[in-house]
């Protein structure tokens, strides 16, 4: 890998989470060429809805660190 890359690894540590989250989306969606609008309307609609569930307290959410432990667990 580059300097210049694990320069870039290294900085995001930095940022705050959601500064974090919103690079991410970025990088990952620079990954794609072709958007798919309906699939990311509905997306952006499932995502809303999840988060209103979570603040009006009729849904619960689990940590993102544990969601992965439990994940590299099944699949490692």
């Not at 694990?6 to 990952?28: M, N, V």
């Not at 689990?62 to 432990?69: D, I, L, Q, S, T």
């Amino acid at each position: 890998m580059t300097q210049t890359a694990e320069r870039l690894k290294s900085e995001p540590a930095q940022l705050s989470t959601q500064e974090r989250a919103e690079l991410a989306y970025y990088l990952l969606h620079s990954l794609d060429e072709t958007v798919d609008a309906e699939a990311e309307a509905a997306w952006d609609a499932e995502l809303a809805e999840r988060m209103a569930e979570i603040k009006s307290g009729k849904g619960t959410g689990e940590p993102a660190g544990k969601v992965f432990n439990e994940l590299r667990r099944k699949y490692s």
